[in-house]
């Protein structure tokens, strides 16, 4: 079935550095790619939906300053924390359609811890 | 690795019971999760089941967990119009990240 490789799985970083998140669709081509971040118990938010070539579409209150999203071929999204800081800290995941009414396939998840 | 499935439609009429399965394949894992995907929205955290526990119910939910058989199903009473969208079953194992299903479609007909 259609996989989703999601690279690191668990970063630590000092606060101010940035960090990159990709999230790679191995056996498909991704035209729709979206981004989650989650808070312990908390519901998956989606931070931004990404489709290939073209810039991304950011939910209310996500800083698309901050939070980079580049979409630069049909099987890779990247996610970049840029000048991260404590309370950025949280589980970041992605997700990929292969097309409309296709199931959604997600990345094993991105545990960010900023120190 | 750790697979979870799910039938990716389901369709019901309003008033009856909706049941979306789920299957997974990893045995140690410690929660398994409903979310509700909204068109447009994120994952609404529906409710989880702690893997000692068989069923959990929560006003019109009720998950039920087969752990010998790795089945997890989720039964909506009364299933409204407001219920169409997509539910996702995901697996935890302590210590270790998400492994989420396809997403099932349910349509609610009227």
């Known amino acids: 079935g259609a996989v989703v490789s999601q690279h690191p799985s668990r970063v630590i970083c000092k606060s101010g550095t940035s960090v990159k998140i990709e999230c790679r669709s191995l056996?498909?081509?991704?035209?729709?790619m979206f981004w989650y971040r989650q808070f312990p118990k908390q519901s998956l938010m989606l931070m931004a939906t990404?489709?290939?070539?073209?810039?991304?579409?950011?939910e209310q209150g996500v800083e698309k300053d901050k939070f980079l999203i580049n979409h630069a071929s049909l099987t890779l999204s990247t996610l970049t924390v840029t000048s991260a800081h404590p309370e950025d800290s949280s589980f970041y995941i992605c997700?990929?359609?292969?097309?409309?009414?296709?199931?959604?396939?997600f990345g094993s998840g991105t545990r960010l811890t900023v120190v | 690795g750790e697979d979870v499935e799910q039938s990716l439609f389901l369709s019901v009429r309003e008033g009856d019971s909706s049941v979306i399965n789920c299957t997974y394949t990893?045995?140690?894992?410690?929660?398994l999760y409903w979310y509700k995907q909204e068109p447009g929205a994120g994952l609404q955290l529906l409710t989880y089941?702690?893997?000692?526990?068989d069923m959990k119910q929560d006003q019109r939910l009720t998950v039920l967990l087969n752990k010998k058989d790795k089945h997890l199903s989720l039964r909506i009473a009364d299933t409204q119009t407001g219920d169409s969208a997509i539910y996702f079953c995901a697996d935890h194992v302590e210590g270790q990240n998400f492994v989420f299903g396809p997403g099932t479609r349910l349509s609610v007909l009227p």
């Open positions: 056996d498909f081509q991704a035209t729709t």
């Open positions: 997700s990929a359609r292969e097309r409309t009414n296709y199931g959604y396939t």
């Open positions: 089941i702690f893997s000692n526990m």
């Open positions: 990404s489709n290939e070539g073209s810039k991304a579409t950011y």
């Open positions: 990893d045995s140690s894992s410690t929660y």
